[in-house]
Nanobody, 124 residues
Framework: QVQLAESGGGSVQAGGSLKLSCAASRYGYSYYDMGWFRQAPGKEREGVAAIRTGGGDTFYADSAKGRFTIAHDRAKNTLYLQMNRLKPEDTAMYYC?????????????????WGQGTQVTVSS
């Protein structure tokens, strides 16, 4: 089973950018559907962006459209989330996840493998 490890979180001011990375450690990564999710204190985990690594189709939450970009590098077995024009409401723990045959890509319940998360804090 694939194992995931996120990195790249940190603290930035509103309007700034961060690029998150998610390294997959096992062969077979390229056959997974993958997504980025976030969870703020006291709130439910929500889908931010997802990608079908087989075909490259991408999906974004409304809150991420136009500001975030998801991408994956098959050669490096790594998933990325480029986040621009960050807002204080983007503050959360960000997780990457992997699943096979995911129907609703922004639904966290459909993913079977999760990383440990990386914290993103955006100050106003």
């Amino acid at each position: 089973q694939v194992q995931l490890a996120e990195s790249g979180g940190g603290s930035v001011q509103a309007g700034g950018s961060l690029k998150l990375s998610c390294a997959a450690s096992r062969y077979g990564y390229s056959y997974y559907d993958m997504g980025w999710f976030r969870q703020a204190p006291g709130k439910e985990r929500e889908g931010v962006a997802a990608i079908r690594t087989g075909g490259g189709d991408t999906f974004y939450a409304d809150s991420a459209k136009g500001r975030f970009t998801i991408a994956h590098d098959r050669a490096k077995n790594t998933l990325y989330l480029q986040m621009n024009r960050l807002k204080p409401e983007d503050t959360a723990m960000y997780y990457c996840a992997a699943g096979i045959g995911v129907a609703r890509l922004l639904n966290s319940n459909e993913y079977s493998v999760w990383g440990q998360g990386t914290q993103v804090t955006v100050s106003s």
